[in-house]
């Protein structure tokens, strides 16, 4: 049994890059933001748009971003990022992402997500709830 | 009388700049957008998060933006923002914002912003209201 | 004979959207932004890193751009954008960008841009070069 | 001996904002980035735009980033950031970074960078060369 990857392929733009010419870092999180969408999406077959509807959720919100930047990701390359679920726990769990230039690892990160609710005691905040197993069950492809 | 200007002013910081070196121009309607808010904070006393509340409309959204490059705008360059309502209509009004550089002008840029309730007949859409006179008042400073 | 159109469509992402939960109005003009450089892919068979070195340019730097905003693209639309030169001057030409959802336009923008070099007398400028004809030749697919 | 501090104030902006109406996951990127540079430049007298130049290296790029995100921060919401070298290496360093909004930890992140020049082997990679001792210096205010 291995975890369900989503891979999409994008280029690096003009308007991604800072003056050393090459991706400033928080584009990366909006990269690995985007492409948690879409994992799920992929996995679920439920678009971004209707995931908290469907499982009555406030959404994924995250806890824990975190990225480690190893070659440059310049204007005009073209980049291929690959997303999978790296841990669930009880009311969270984590995505790992790997994005590559030309087959070569450019950057690694990670994000860690709550499947919340609003805090039925002070709307102001959120709570997790448990993970359902149906959701689990569907990124682990056989 | 003359128009109520309000003014700031901020570093143009790496991550603004592109592989030119300098502000990427997505940047500059950036700049532009929290200056509207600022003005009518500065204006009406009324806080960016409260303007709704306090007058009863969903918003001031953009219809319309523009923006002339005329000098760029460089890493580590100090610009100051000088902004205006330029035009104010029955239920729309124009911002005019002047970006300078070391007292020189480097871009020039206007919007234009509905003052906008919910569509009564179609909850999706908007609608202009009126303008009150006393909010208008306050933008013509003697 | 009829202008040359790009075409792309894109997802409206979680981190387009502002509190409205519509795109908030700068990333339409980095979406702008990257379509007026695929254009040019498109047309001339050259990538956007490699243009400013095959034409012996700087590169085709912004003076001028605008959008009108006529209906929202929200969170989790699909979006189209068509790209064409809408005028050749001699040195700047415009590029006009309409952005559609679900088939209705929903944003239309243009940017003036300049087919620059260097100022030789003066380093920190640049000056607008004559547009070849062989590259105005190539946006007007018969 | 203590650490020096740098700190700033900034207002949450609606462009900043995501559909949950908090503030979208890598703006805290940009943050602290900005924060970093602002701190070299509060410590050594030295502005941003002149680091590399003073010092004979390429800039102090970024290897590794992350963030803890403790308390959403909200559109119109008054941030305080405060940052500082939380480790010297001999060719890295780290920069701690906490945003507080009304006295709460918010977020808290750092990152690594190192002090970097090229690569006498090979121009389009990074080595490190070892941090002068009178920078660090510099940031061991008494």
Chains 1, 2, 3, 4 share one sequence.
Request: proline residues 5%; glycine residues 8%; aromatic residues 14%.
């Amino acid at each position: 049994m291995s975890n369900f990857v989503y891979r999409r392929q994008f280029a690096i733009e003009w308007g991604h890059c800072d003056p050393a010419g090459i991706v400033f870092n928080s584009r990366f999180f909006e990269f690995f933001d985007w492409s948690s969408w879409m994992l799920f999406e992929a996995a679920l077959g439920v678009r971004p748009g209707d995931l908290a509807k469907t499982f009555g959720i406030i959404g994924i919100p995250l806890v824990d971003a975190k990225a480690r930047f190893l070659r440059p990701a310049k204007f005009n390359d073209m980049a291929e990022i690959a997303s999978e679920i790296s841990r669930f726990g009880r009311t969270s769990f984590d995505v790992q992402h790997r994005i590559s230039i030309a087959g070569e690892l450019a950057v690694e990160g990670s994000e860690t997500r709550v499947w919340a609710t609003q805090d039925p005691d002070d709307a102001t905040r959120l709570r997790g709830l448990p993970i359902p197993a149906e959701v689990i069950g569907r990124f682990q492809a056989a």
